[in-house]
């Protein structure tokens, strides 16, 4: 579950390395997020820019983001218990498209029914 104020960890090649959380969007409860729900987020760390990476985004900027990863133990559709080691974002632009090309680990196939399958594509792994 992911409060208001939660560090989190970005899981994707937009160059920001943590962000935190500072609304809760789409979720059935306005208290916390679970996978697949959409938050507002302001971004903490950025990769140090060199001569092949540069990143537009700035400490301090606020963007949409998508959880794809958390700590709290969720019991799938077969009857398995599934949780991850962080909590874990992807960043999406205002338009609440995507920012990056790859994803960075596992995400869990709840989103495949919280239909961001675009989301799913750039995974490799898919728990």
């Known amino acids: 579950m992911i409060y208001v104020g939660t560090n989190l960890k970005v899981f994707d090649n937009s160059g920001v390395k943590n962000v935190k959380c500072i609304r809760i969007l789409g979720s059935n409860n306005p208290k916390f997020a679970e996978i697949g729900d959409l938050i507002v987020v302001s971004v903490k760390n950025v990769v140090n820019s060199s001569p092949n990476f540069k990143t537009s985004i700035k400490r301090g900027s606020i963007y949409y983001a998508l959880v794809v990863q958390t700590k709290k133990k969720k019991r799938s559709f077969d009857n398995f ?8 974002v992807v960043i999406l632009d205002n338009k609440k498209n995507l ?10 196939y709840v989103l495949r029914i919280k239909k961001f399958t675009k989301v799913l594509s750039l995974s490799k792994y898919i728990l």
């Open 81 to 88: 218990l599934t949780s991850f080691i962080n909590n874990g």
């Open 99 to 108: 920012l990056f090309t790859r994803i960075k680990g596992p995400i869990s």
